[in-house]
């Protein structure tokens, strides 16, 4: 017995499961077969003819219709049956007892697993016939102190040869041999036979077959073509759907830029708002300072300036120089000094710088 796996550290478990599940399977197809059986087989329902070797074996009674196995009783049934218009329909032959072999054997109960490959040994050991000579069918009929009745009726394959060659003969079908006992017991389904009932049924069952297969593979394409067309649309969506992430990023980037562009805008026109502008400071010192004022020498930077020249009189340019509004802390750097040559005066002020309301508006 093969092992689940090969490394496992639980062997003796694992062949135990198997061996129950083995002995269980066995017991229900065991259990189940009969009525499988009896669930698959479909039973004719043409006219039953009660077919024995002779006449005196012949009449049953309740039997209506009755063969024996020469010709002319096939030529009358033949006649009867196209009376009642039912010659097309497949037979169902009942056999009498003196066309079959029934043996009846016990075997213990707990053979019924097994009981068909324990009749066909034992056939083949007790009878002249075999598999190939002879067909068979069982039935349990009674149960004894752990021991099972079954009753085995044996069919000779060249008794059928012969009776489908006379049916064949007289235009009729056979669509089932069957065998009920004398006893009154179950019917007995010895062989069942194609019919063209069966041969087109079993048509029409493969062009069903084939047209569902047909309708699977209609289904399976339109179900794939849909989810390609959906996959396709959500990759397009998922495609439009990174662009715009791509886009958004970008726009971003962009305002971003434009905002530190604007503030960095802003806060130049705010230090340049906050920084007096050379040219007003240039223009107000020409138009303030008198036309005997030379100048040698101008310097202005981001908070301080200062001029240096020479004057007729430098004490009042300190007062001039204030009364501007673009300069404040007007005063001398250094003491004025009179040129001995032209007895003008040297000076040298400094001043602070001031934003005026002229450089904002500039």
Known sequence: MARLTDNSSL???????????????????????PLLRRAGARKASGPRIRLSRSEEGSVSEGEEQAATLEGVSWQALAAKLAKTRRRTQPLVLELAEDLVLVRRQTYPAGALSKLDNIVALDIAQSTPFSGASAVWRWQVTGRVDKQIEVETVILRRDLVMQILSLASANGLGIGEII????????????????TPDDRSRHRWRRINMGLAALVLVLATSLAG???????????????????????????????????????????????????PQINAVWNALSATLPDTVFLSSLEIGSAKGRIAGFARSAAPLIARLEELDEVADVAFASPVMINPDDRLERFDITFALEAGEGAGDD
């Open 225 to 275: 073509l849909t989810y390609w067309q959906r996959e396709t649309a959500l990759e397009g969506a998922r495609v439009r759907l990174e662009e715009l992430k791509a886009r958004a990023i970008r726009l971003r980037r962009a305002q971003a830029d434009a905002v530190a562009e604007y503030d960095a805008s802003i806060a130049l026109l705010r230090e340049k708002a906050a920084t």
């Open 179 to 194: 065998y009920r006992g004398s006893s009154g017991g179950r019917t007995l389904s010895l062989m069942r036979l194609e």
């Open 11 to 33: 062997p003796w478990l694992q062949d135990g499961v198997l061996a129950f599940w083995c002995w269980w399977r066995g017991e229900l197809a065991a259990s189940f077969a």
